[in-house]
């Protein structure tokens, strides 16, 4: 998650007083000690008791977990930050919002001690009760208000619409989660943007909401906005109570104009990056994005109206199991990439990649191995050339020094013309690894594959061969040339090779042996070239 600063913390000995404005260097630590100073008649106000404070700033952060008797209100003309420092900030009042940011009112909401734990579970304080309210049960910025979520959740609140989060100012989600969320009436589960307001989400997570009608993680409507550039919106759910219909497991955009003048009054969503997945609408209201036309005289021209409203990125993706009515055209993330069919000389091969989010392949072309004609009508097979020397941090450093698994992977790398490829995923490869591209392009293609513990071990020096295949299953340099062969398209056994060179399995390859190595092995290769060439 981004973090964009940090609170200092000067102890629980600060009182929170009306209208004190806080010293720029420190933040005021709230606790449940001093919640009866800023607790009010209407409601708890941040930096002033409303008779004033317009221009002041105020800076806070949670010293535990603080229980709120009503709505903490986010006065006109006030700028406040909050670090809830993984403490909760709980309403424990029969009703009403979290926390109200009025018009004027500004809020960064942040939590500096967030963390993902071992299985990328996002921990964090948060922002819950919120109940039995209209609009926005965790959050609720009024027009003309101003949020910004850097860090933290907004997570178990329920309204009637907005269940995490209503927004009808600005609100600017740049990381932290909205998750568990839900609405009792209408739309938006864990956010609703309406009254022609704009959310912009940067980062973060919208994930396991529920919508009694549309828009299980985020409704669009009343000429709203909505530009995702990244982050993810998943698992949200509309589970069909209210009407025959509900639209938009993930997202619902409403599609309409007005029905006296005809004025298209339809909201925006642009999607830039990010992911919308696992997301389901029970009643067949398209699981992942929806629009939806609420009055019947726009019903006929509303495809034609969504094409004007709804813009997505092919960046972006898009995998939620569609196929019914009002839904956007998925668009998935291919992984796993693997060859089906390897390219040989003058033949194209293909390989085929798996959705990431489900079950959906897909299929990509293997230019043909270089050659060129001759007289007996078939190809020849490329030139082999093994240089005396291999280029690492723009030096040319002889063959004649230690040899790394990473240097080998890089030969053969180079012998392939240099391919431009995804940098690998192998944990302990820097993205600034001399060979990052070349050890990306060689797990690409099947050369290189993970260790027992899921590493490349790319400065490691790299041995002859490997006897016993059940005790080193990836093998060593013997390996690394069995699936070069395999990627070209030849049946070659490496092993023979050694045996013919000499030496013990696991030896370490210098770099004058390597040279030996290689030569011999691009000599059988081109040979085995030319027998199928012929």
């Given at each position: 998650m981004k973090k964009f600063g940090k609170i200092l913390s000067v102890g629980l000995s600060l009182a929170l007083c009306a209208g004190m404005i806080a010293p720029a260097f420190a933040a005021q630590v709230l606790d449940n000690s001093?919640?009866?100073?800023?607790?009010?008649?209407?409601?708890?106000?941040?930096?002033?008791?409303?008779?004033?404070?317009?221009?002041?700033?105020?800076?806070?952060?949670?010293?535990?977990?603080?229980?709120?008797?009503?709505?903490?209100?986010?006065?006109?003309g006030v700028a406040a930050s909050i670090d809830l420092k993984g403490n909760d900030l709980k309403h424990t009042g029969?009703?009403?919002?979290?926390?109200?940011?009025?018009?004027?009112?500004?809020?960064?909401?942040?939590?500096?001690?967030?963390?993902?734990?071992?299985?990328?579970?996002?921990?964090?304080?948060s922002v819950v009760g919120g109940k039995n309210t209209f609009e926005g049960g965790g959050v609720y910025v009024k027009q003309g208000g101003a949020f910004d979520l850097k860090g933290g959740k907004i997570s178990g609140n329920q309204a009637q619409v907005g269940g995490g989060v209503a927004n009808r100012g600005v609100f600017n989600m740049y990381g932290g989660e909205i998750s568990d969320n839900k609405?009792?009436?209408?739309?938006?589960?864990?956010?609703?943007?309406?009254?022609?307001?704009?959310?912009?989400?940067?980062?973060?997570?919208?994930?396991?909401?529920?919508?009694?009608g549309d828009g299980g993680g985020v409704a669009l409507t009343n000429q709203s906005t909505f530009n995702m550039y990244d982050g993810e919106i998943s698992y949200n759910k509309v589970p069909g109570k209210q009407k025959p219909n509900n639209n938009g497991g993930g997202i619902a955009v409403e599609i309409t104009a007005n029905i006296d003048t005809g004025e298209d009054t339809s909201s925006d969503f642009t999607m830039y990056g990010g992911s919308i997945i696992h997301n389901e609408a029970v009643d067949k209201g398209s699981n992942g994005i929806s629009f939806y036309a609420p009055y019947e005289d726009v019903n006929e021209s509303k495809n034609e109206l969504a094409k004007l409203h709804i813009k997505i990125n092919d960046d972006a993706v898009i995998c939620n199991g569609d196929g019914e009515n009002g839904m956007v055209e998925e668009q998935h993330e291919f992984v796993n990439w693997h060859v089906t069919i390897p390219a040989k000389v003058g033949v194209e091969g293909e390989e085929t990649g798996t959705c990431?989010?489900?079950?959906?392949?897909?299929?990509?072309?293997?230019?043909?191995?270089?050659?060129?004609?001759?007289?007996?009508?078939?190809?020849?097979?490329?030139?082999?050339?093994?240089?005396?020397?291999?280029?690492?941090?723009?030096?040319?450093?002889?063959?004649?020094?230690?040899?790394?698994?990473?240097?080998?992977i890089g030969y053969l790398?180079?012998?392939?013309?240099?391919?431009?490829?995804?940098?690998?995923?192998?944990e302990d490869v820097p993205e600034d690894h001399v060979w990052a591209v070349a050890i990306g392009w060689a797990q690409d293609m099947g050369i290189a594959v993970a260790d027992q513990e899921g590493n490349f071990r790319p400065?490691?020096?790299?041995?002859?061969?490997?006897?016993?295949?059940?005790?080193?299953?990836?093998?060593?340099?013997?390996?690394?040339?069995?699936?070069?062969?395999?990627?070209?398209?030849?049946?070659?056994?490496?092993d023979e090779l050694f045996v013919e060179l000499g030496g013990e399995p696991t030896d370490i390859v210098m770099g004058e042996d390597a040279q030996v190595i290689f030569d011999s092995f691009f000599a059988k290769l081109e040979e085995a070239l030319e027998d199928q060439a012929a």
């Open positions: 001093n919640k009866g100073q800023f607790i009010g008649s209407n409601g708890a106000l941040l930096g002033h008791d409303g008779s004033g404070g317009r221009g002041d700033r105020y800076d806070y952060e949670l010293g535990e977990s603080l229980e709120l008797e009503k709505t903490l209100v986010i006065g006109a029969a009703t009403g919002s979290v926390i109200t940011i009025e018009n004027g009112g500004e809020l960064e909401l942040d939590d500096t001690a967030a963390e993902e734990d071992e299985n990328g579970n996002y921990i964090a304080g609405t009792t009436a209408y739309d938006g589960g864990g956010v609703i943007v309406w009254g022609q307001s704009t959310f912009n989400m940067y980062d973060g997570k919208i994930t396991r909401n529920e919508a009694y990431a989010h489900c079950t959906a392949t897909a299929t990509r072309p293997i230019p043909a191995l270089e050659g060129e004609e001759n007289n007996g009508g078939g190809m020849t097979p490329p030139a082999i050339d093994t240089p005396d020397t291999v280029e690492i941090e723009d030096e040319a450093v002889p063959l004649a020094g230690l040899f790394t698994r990473a240097d080998a790398w180079q012998q392939s013309g240099e391919p431009e490829a995804e940098l690998s995923t192998f400065d490691d020096l790299v041995l002859r061969w490997v006897e016993d295949h059940e005790v080193e299953p990836e093998g060593e340099l013997e390996e690394f040339l069995n699936r070069y062969a395999e990627f070209a398209g030849i049946e070659l056994d490496a």
